[in-house]
């Protein structure tokens, strides 16, 4: 029982690449991890109670830290329980490495009890290498590759399958240094694209930069607020579809809002630089282009599948987009800004709510968001989750730093839930608020526990309309009898006292129906020493902007 397992390996080579805690659902066949564990007291055990919620965790967790985090899952069900976070983490290019327990291979070959063939293929449209061991020897060295594709550039998911008779039986074989396998080199651009690139803003009357979630993701603010000011161009954030997190501050005057083509900075674009983008997340089909036309446009990714996808580009480089930035800098040289026209605005927000001005319950969207912003500094990160209310969200909140706010482009609701909680793990130092929707909630309540249980301070702040708004927006742009009549099936989701059902999890909670209470509430709870949620009761009639 004393001898070297398979398992002891693995837990070996995680401990080797500074993988200090693992989050995970556990089954039988996860037994001899667990033991492993036992005698690493160094090693947390993070216990979630469903597999959504340990996938979104360590998304977050890679988020905070720019570093492998893992999420170990049991057999085929629990992969498929977490598949759809698996997505999210896929479009954040997360380095999650997934370990999933399997049965023994003799029972895996007579489909013995939860065991399924080619467990992996579940998970490869998600991930970037899937692959099973097949020998224990051979653990050490697959948990190796898995590390090293995860954390390699273009970086994102990992699924790697670890068969429970593997993993009991004694392994011999030595952890391989990951010094020798790691890859942290960054693509620099070709030097002649990135010459092309210089000469177009250079002859460009109306530049504008957009920063996509890449910008955040390689630290490239510095560089991309000193371009702006050397081109003295307007700079947007990624169009709301592929938007994860701010790439450009809020409270910068070059500042001009999210990208579309109606967005008054871009209408009058002659040159597009999108550093970092997708270009573009597709919703429904649009007779309109995403780019004004006889607009030039430049594109960098660190995923050349990423170029001329959807979007034809002028100049496409391939390359980290701080890289791009300082080398498109020393080009353009020391000359000034030319003078252009002021950042035109685009858009306008409500007047923030008074205790003496806000009209009767229940609050509006807009009023909770302008809320919100009254208490969100610039030490809190925000991981919003909360579809409808999105487009407030987004207008109203400070997003003047990378770590400001992070969402989802997946459309996999109750990420929110988990990875607001694996990233305040992986950034302690900061104050993590949890903005979901109750049908946000309802995908992953099971959050509540792990918070509680581990004492994870994050504070949930639920926005309760109390129905699926953007399938009753869907049918009034449908535009079929459910909008005629004013009925809309599969909207309403009424009936749950969200606050009790936090309690019941061991949170501390409030319900609110008046905006103007909630920034009282934010600080109180909030000055608590561990998790607690505040509900907050909205319109039911208020659809939203932009629905998912």
């Not at 504008?208 to 955040?216: C, H, P, Q, R, Y």
């Not at 249980?453 to 639920?462: A, K, N, S, T, W």
Request: hydrophobic share 45%.
């Amino acid at each position: 029982m004393n001898a070297r397992t398979g398992a002891d390996a693995v837990l070996e080579v995680l401990l080797a690449w500074g993988v200090r805690r693992v989050f995970i659902c556990p089954g039988s066949t996860e037994a001899a991890f667990l033991d492993a564990t036992v005698r690493h007291p160094d090693f947390e055990v993070v216990l979630t109670t469903h597999e959504s919620v340990t996938v979104a965790m360590a998304d977050g967790h890679a988020r905070a830290t720019g570093e492998p985090a893992v999420a170990y899952l049991h057999t085929h069900l629990g992969l498929v329980n977490g598949l759809a976070h698996l997505d999210a983490a896929r479009m954040a290019r997360s380095p999650v490495v997934v370990l999933n327990g399997l049965k023994a291979a003799s029972i895996q070959a007579r489909g013995g009890f939860t065991a399924l063939p080619a467990t992996g293929e579940l998970a490869r449209p998600f991930v970037k290498r899937a692959w099973q061991s097949l020998t224990t020897a051979g653990l050490p060295e697959d948990v190796t590759q898995a590390l090293r594709a995860a954390t390699a550039e273009p970086s994102g998911p990992v699924w790697l399958g670890l068969a429970q008779d593997l993993m009991e039986t004694v392994c011999p074989v030595a952890v391989p240094d990951p010094a020798r396998h790691r890859v942290s080199a960054r693509t620099a651009p070709d030097p002649e694209r990135l010459r092309e690139a210089a000469e177009l803003l250079r002859s460009a009357e109306r530049p504008v930069l957009v920063a996509g979630a890449e910008v955040g993701r390689h630290g490239a603010q510095r560089e991309l607020v000193a371009l702006a000011e050397r081109l003295g161009a307007p700079v947007c954030n990624e169009d709301r579809r592929g938007f994860e997190r701010p790439g450009f501050p809020a409270d910068h005057p070059l500042h001009a809002g999210g990208y579309s083509a109606q967005n008054p900075a871009v209408a009058g674009a002659d040159v597009l630089v999108f550093l970092g983008c997708r270009c573009f997340v597709e919703f429904e089909p649009s007779p309109e282009p995403p780019v004004p036309p006889c607009c030039r446009v430049i594109h960098s990714h660190v995923d050349p599948s990423e170029l001329a996808k959807l979007q034809g580009t002028d100049v496409a480089l391939v390359a980290d987009e701080s890289l791009v930035a300082a080398g498109l800098l020393d080009l353009l040289g020391d000359a000034r800004a030319p003078a252009r026209p002021p950042v035109p605005s685009v858009h306008t927000e409500p007047p923030t709510p008074s205790e003496h001005t806000e009209p009767p319950a229940p609050a509006t969207v807009h009023q909770v968001a302008a809320a919100l912003a009254e208490v969100v500094d610039d030490r809190t990160t925000v991981f919003e989750d909360a579809t409808t209310s999105e487009p407030a969200l987004l207008r109203a909140l400070p997003l003047n730093s990378v770590d400001a706010l992070f969402t989802t482009a997946s459309g996999s609701l109750g990420w929110g839930m988990g990875a607001a909680l694996g990233y305040q793990l992986g950034a302690p130092e900061r104050r993590v608020l949890a903005v979901v929707g109750d049908g946000v909630f309802q995908f992953g309540p099971q959050a509540l526990w792990v918070a509680a249980r581990h004492r994870i301070p994050v504070l949930f702040v639920v926005i309760n309309n109390r129905s699926y708004a953007a399938v009753a927006a869907a049918l009034r742009r449908y535009g079929g009898t459910a909008a005629r009549v004013g009925s809309y099936p599969g909207k309403d989701i009424s009936g749950v006292d969200i606050a009790a059902v936090a309690r019941g999890f061991g949170l501390p909670a409030r319900r609110l129906d008046r905006a103007h209470e909630l920034p009282a509430a934010v600080k109180e709870l909030g000055a608590l020493d561990g998790p607690a949620l505040i509900e907050v009761l909205t319109d039911p009639d208020d659809l939203g902007a932009a629905p998912r």
